[in-house]
C-alpha cells in the first residue's frame, strides 16, 4: 500500500467523500473545512490510503516540532494496517509521541492487538472512548442572556483562564492557538470579567465549557454552547461534541440542548513510534 498525499486541487473531492462516509467521518471532514475555511491546510498533510476512493485518512501536522493532535477516519477495522503504516510515515522523522482522534473502538483495538507485547505496543488509550453527539440545526433554541452579562469571543487575553479551567490541557500555546483561530463564545459580566465560555477544537469538536462557579445553576452554560453552535451553523458548520461516558452530568447537559447520540464512540489515541522501534529489537 503506497501513502498517497491529498493535492490542493482535489480539495473539493475529498470534502465530497468525506461528507459521503457521515456520520462516522466527521472529525476528519469538520477539521478538514475548519483548516480549509482558515487557510490552515499548508500546515497539514492529508493522507489516504487510495485516491479517490479511500479507507483511510490522517491529517497530521507537516512538520512535528512538537506533539499535536492528529485527526484520522479508518472505515473499517480491516483497514486498521493501513491506519498503523500512515502513523509510523507520518512519525518517521520525529521521536515526538502522535495524539490521535477519530478512529472508532473497535480499530483500536485491533491496532492494538498487531502488536503481541504489551510493554513495547506503540498504541495506548489516552482517555476512555468518547460518545459522539451531533447537534442537527434544527434542534438548536437561542437562550436569550440574563441581564447583567454581555456576549463576546475569546481572545489570546483569555489563553491562562482557559488553560487553568480545562482537564485536558497541555501547553497554554495549544490553547492559544485554538481561540485565537477557530470560533468561540464568551461571556462576561458588564466590567469585563470573564465568566462562562465554550470554543471549537482544532480536531472539530466543540468543548473546553467552563462557567465560573458562581455563575452556575444560571443558565450561563446553555448560553454558550447554544451561541457557539449557532455561530458555527450559520457559518456553514455540523457542530458536534465528544463525551466520555463516564461523564453522566455532560451528557444530561448536551442531551438537555439539542444534541443527538450517535451509535459510535471514538478513541483518542497515542501513538509512540520508539515504542515500535523498541519491539523490533
Not at 139 to 162: A, Y
Not at 203 to 209: P, S
Amino acid at each position: 500500500m503506497a501513502v498517497r498525499e491529498v493535492l490542493p486541487e482535489e480539495y473539493d473531492e475529498l470534502d465530497q467523500r468525506l461528507e459521503k462516509e457521515l456520520p462516522l467521518s466527521i472529525c476528519g471532514l469538520v477539521h478538514f473545512r475548519l483548516m480549509r475555511k482558515e487557510h490552515l491546510l499548508t500546515e497539514k498533510m492529508m493522507l489516504v490510503d487510495s485516491w479517490p476512493n479511500f479507507s483511510v485518512l490522517v491529517i497530521i501536522k507537516r512538520q512535528m516540532r512538537e506533539t499535536w493532535l492528529s485527526v484520522c477516519f479508518c472505515k473499517d477495522p480491516e483497514f486498521a494496517a493501513n491506519l498503523d503504516t500512515f502513523l509510523q510515515f507520518a512519525s518517521r522523522d520525529t521521536s515526538l509521541p502522535l495524539y490521535i482522534i477519530g478512529c472508532t473502538p473497535d480499530v483500536m483495538d485491533t491496532l492494538i492487538n498487531f502488536n503481541q507485547s504489551a510493554t513495547s505496543c506503540p498504541f495506548r488509550r489516552l482517555c476512555p472512548d468518547v460518545m459522539v453527539y451531533t447537534l442537527p440545526a434544527e434542534n438548536i433554541v437561542p437562550l436569550t442572556i440574563p441581564d447583567g452579562f454581555k456576549i463576546t469571543e475569546l481572545s489570546n487575553i483569555h489563553t491562562e483562564n482557559v488553560h487553568k479551567s480545562w482537564p485536558y490541557a497541555t501547553k497554554e500555546e495549544w490553547i492559544n492557538y485554538q481561540i485565537t483561530h477557530f470560533p468561540s463564545v464568551l461571556i462576561e459580566t458588564e466590567d469585563g470579567r470573564p465568566v462562562a465560555w465554550e470554543v471549537q477544537h482544532e480536531y472539530g469538536a466543540v468543548g473546553a465549557l467552563h462557567v465560573e462557579p458562581e455563575y452556575r445553576r444560571s443558565k450561563l452554560g446553555s448560553v454558550v454552547t447554544r451561541t457557539l453552535a449557532e455561530k458555527m451553523t450559520k457559518d456553514g458548520q455540523l457542530v458536534f461534541a465528544l463525551v466520555e461516558e463516564s461523564n453522566p452530568i455532560s451528557m444530561a447537559f448536551h442531551e438537555n440542548n439539542g444534541y443527538v447520540r450517535m451509535p459510535f464512540k471514538f478513541s483518542c489515541m497515542g501513538f509512540c513510534i520508539e515504542a515500535k522501534k523498541k519491539k523490533e529489537m
